[in-house]
């Protein structure tokens, strides 16, 4: 509130020694501070009845809940679009990952369908068609 430094301090002691006269300083500066005291709580009494009449508390607490709900909003707002960023990226990797397999797809289909060949193969070679009987 007061930027006062010692300097300043030891000017108004040095007045005041002049002044009032080492017997009478003491009191004076016992009853400034007493003067001094009952002004700030005089000054704070006031400022809670006013607080108290306008409801400065409840105003406070208020915007600070307005506050608090605005920044939960846009954080949920910032998680849906990441993710909902985050899902589309991933959906489009999916499908060049499908694309990117698919060429690979057609040969090992054809590779895995049961083949004429093999019991032809069979049976040139002199092996009999039903080995388990």
Known sequence: MFDIGFFELLVVGVVGLLVIGPERLPETVR?????????????????????QQIGADDIRRQLHNEEVM?????????????????????????????????????????????????SEDNQTRGAPADQNR
């Open 31 to 51: 009853t400034i501070a007493l003067w001094w005291g009952r002004l700030k709580r005089g000054i704070q009494n006031t400022r809670t009845e006013i607080e």
């Open 70 to 118: 605005r920044r939960l909003e846009e954080s949920q707002e910032s998680i849906k679009r990441t993710m909902s960023e985050n899902v589309a990226e991933i959906n489009q990797a999916i499908e060049e990952s499908k694309s990117a397999l698919e060429p690979l797809n057609e040969p090992l289909s054809e590779s895995l369908k049961p083949s004429d060949h093999s």
